[in-house]
């Protein structure tokens, strides 16, 4: 008698990818003003950095998915077809120019996209990448340097600490994988 075995690719979570930049100590957060001023110098880097807070906090509410995809993508966000940001979502605003998301992706209430944290000796950015068709369930975490591949799946109230393979569904503090 044969029994026949199919193969399943192994899903494995895969490290995330970041620059730091060491300011000393004891908080980096102390030097938030500084982050842009590479990009846009010191009198406009702060200052963007307040704009793009005060726009992505008014955004949290909006019903209009639409309105809500035309301004983040003024931000320098890159939104794909139909990508549903929930009400109550936390935008990074440091660098919103980082965040990337693919077609038909919901990302779920009161969930966080980060592109940057701040250490006690230095702080990170990096691009958060979430594919097309992926749910981000209510109230996770994703953090900066993260990719999720398509068709993933992130279960409500999780830490995504490191990259997500496609297809795969994964949840909990931190995340692992639940099913292949």
């Known amino acids: 008698m044969h029994i026949a075995q199919s193969w399943t ?3 494995t979570l895969s490290a995330r990818r970041f620059e730091e930049r060491v300011v000393g ?3 980096a ?4 003003y500084t982050v842009r001023n590479a990009l846009n110098g010191p009198i406009a880097g702060p200052i963007l950095i307040a704009l793009f807070y005060v726009i992505t906090n008014s955004l949290k509410h909006l019903p209009s998915l639409a309105l809500k995809r035309a301004i983040l993508r003024r931000l320098g ?3 794909g077809n139909n990508v549903t940001i929930a009400s109550g979502v936390t935008l990074d605003y440091f660098f919103p120019e980082l ?3 693919g077609d038909n992706t919901i990302v779920g209430m009161d969930a966080m996209l980060l592109t940057h944290e701040f ?3 230095r702080w990170r950015s990096g691009k958060l990448t979430i594919g097309s068709n992926v749910l981000v369930g209510a109230r996770s975490t994703v953090l900066a340097g993260v990719t999720i591949g398509d068709g993933a799946k992130i279960s409500a109230m999780s830490l995504v600490h490191k990259s997500v393979p ?4 994964v949840g909990g503090v931190p995340i ?3 099913q292949p």
Request: proline share 8%; no cysteine; aromatic share 12%.
């Open 166 to 169: 496609e297809r795969t569904f």
């Open 9 to 11: 690719p192994q899903r």
């Open 176 to 178: 692992g994988v639940i």
């Open 29 to 32: 957060h102390a030097y938030w």
């Open 77 to 79: 966000m890159k939104l």
């Open 119 to 121: 250490l006690h000796d």
């Open 25 to 27: 100590g004891p908080n």
């Open 99 to 101: 965040i990337e998301i």
